[in-house]
């Protein structure tokens, strides 16, 4: 069973930075994404992470400013996000990258850039 839970979010300035943590259990064989849902707007996958070899894939809007890891035991997924706008305002999630409106989701983490 996949449970998934975020932290990290808050309120930050534009330009300032937020690292998000997302712990995992059930999903060390996935590939693993980070996802974000603003006020009105479909959720969107916005960083993508292969369990198989690390490889990264990003949103256009974030390449350059976000960076996603994990730790080893694919237990802990991270979301290094720098250079905010409040465009990136929004819940954000992890979750395997396949994952759609019918996969469980955790509760997210607001993230609010503000000035």
């Known amino acids: 069973q996949v449970q998934l839970v975020e932290s990290g979010g808050g309120l930050v300035q534009p330009g300032g930075s937020l690292s998000l943590s997302c712990v995992t259990s059930?999903?060390?064989?996935?590939?693993m994404a980070w996802f974000r849902q603003a006020p009105g707007k479909r959720r969107e996958l916005v960083a993508r992470?292969?369990?198989?070899?690390?490889?990264?894939s990003y949103l256009d809007s974030v390449k350059g400013r976000f960076t996603i890891a994990r730790d080893n035991a694919g237990k802990r997924l991270y979301l290094q996000m720098n250079n905010l706008e409040p465009e990136d305002t929004a819940v954000y999630y992890c979750?395997?990258?396949?994952?759609?409106?019918?996969?469980?989701w955790g509760p997210g983490t607001q993230v609010t850039v503000s000035s």
């Open positions: 992470i292969s369990w198989r070899d690390n490889s990264t």
């Open positions: 979750n395997v990258a396949g994952a759609n409106d019918l996969t469980g």
């Open positions: 059930g999903t060390s064989s996935f590939n």
